[in-house]
């Protein structure tokens, strides 16, 4: 370093460490430390410099620079301080990601079987349809809205204190029938295959585990393909109607009223931001199990039902969900387990922790 830089490099450093030092001085004018008293030191040294007397700088530069660092420089933080410092930090940070990017949910019924089980936590992708106010249904940013066949997360139109968990079968504009334990999108059936005519699934419905029976089935719709689970009886039964799957219901050849938060409750009041759908009929002379009436999902709603058939409380009872109540979309299993503790961890089902929702 030349010898012009390092005279401006001195000039610098003693106007700096005099400012502190003068601010100092005009709170607490008789302030002292080991190196003796602040005033004559900044006095000195603030001749030397107005009188451009680089070498008395230079030796006053020392005293003076001790007695700033011991007696105004500002203390440095605890190891206490810095630990709560980055706690509060952390939580910020968690708390923005689940407000705004993804959150955690535990399934905590059968309707899914078998793409989710109960005791599966997942985490759901909130950011991919659009980023909401916390704690409102309202968004200010949209990316894209939900597909055909993807699984999510929302609050449930008649009691928006609750989250459920099912998937999209259409979209706004789009037919829905259901005959015979076959779903119908715009008048044809989705296609599906007989997986397994004789399987079974643990339920905890009643407080205790136990098992039931089923059909399993597989499906696809959209760009996802998925298993379902039906009835037991439905492989080996003649085609006949279900009072437990079909929909739109109808009674002497007139179809009940469409469904919503009101009809579920029987005449209640509706819920304030679901449109109800109209039933639409197209052959009411149709033979049982052939489309004869749908209905048509309203204007920003999507229609959701859940895999598990024949037990699920879904769009068939209480309406199409309206998408500013959706949370977001159903990611990957990051935790399951029937039952566990911390001195037992026998329950914990390794093999679908990591697996992505379908």
């Known amino acids: 370093m030349n010898a012009r830089r390092l005279d401006r490099r001195i000039r610098k450093e003693a106007r700096s460490l005099l400012r502190e030092a003068k601010g100092a001085l005009l709170k607490k004018p008789e302030i002292k430390g080991r190196a003796g008293a602040l005033a004559p030191v900044v006095a000195a040294t603030d001749q030397a410099l107005t009188s451009g007397d680089l070498a008395a700088v230079r030796r006053q530069l020392p005293v003076l620079d001790s007695l700033v660092d011991e007696l105004i420089a500002r203390p440095a933080k605890s190891a206490v301080g810095e630990r709560v410092e980055s706690l509060v930090v952390a939580v910020l940070l968690a708390l923005a990601l689940r407000a705004f990017v993804i959150e955690a949910f535990k ?55 609750r989250d459920y968990i099912k998937r999209v079968v259409a979209t706004a504009g789009e037919t829905v029938e259901v005959r015979c334990d076959v779903v119908y999108i715009n008048g044809k059936a989705i296609p599906q295959q007989l997986a397994d005519g004789e399987c079974s699934y643990e339920d905890n419905d009643t407080g205790e585990w136990r098992e039931k029976p089923c059909s399993r ?120 387990y ?18 992505f929702v379908q």
């Open 217 to 336: 089935y597989r499906e696809t719709v959209g760009d996802e393909t998925y298993e379902t689970f039906q009835e037991p009886s439905r492989p080996l039964r003649a085609p006949q109607p279900s009072l437990r799957t079909d929909f739109p219901l109808h009674h002497d050849g007139f179809p009940d009223e469409a469904p919503s938060c009101g009809a579920a409750s029987g005449g209640g009041v509706e819920a304030a931001n679901q449109a109800v759908g109209t039933i639409v009929e197209s052959d009411p002379n149709a033979a049982a199990c052939a489309p004869r009436m749908h209905y048509v999902v309203p204007e920003g709603h999507v229609f959701v039902m859940g895999d598990n058939r024949a037990n699920s409380n879904d769009s068939r009872f209480w309406g199409s969900v309206p998408l500013d109540n959706i949370k977001g979309k159903a990611l990957f299993v990051w935790l399951s």
């Open 338 to 355: 029937k039952d566990w503790s911390l001195t037992n961890w026998t329950g914990i089902r390794w093999s679908r922790i990591g697996n």
């Open 107 to 161: 399934i905590p019924s059968s309707s899914m079987y078998p793409t989710l089980e109960i005791g599966d936590h997942i985490f759901v992708n909130k950011f991919i349809y659009g980023l909401r106010i916390p704690y409102t249904s309202t968004k200010f940013l949209e990316f894209r809205g939900p597909r055909r066949g993807e699984v999510i997360v929302f609050m449930q139109p008649c009691d928006r204190d």
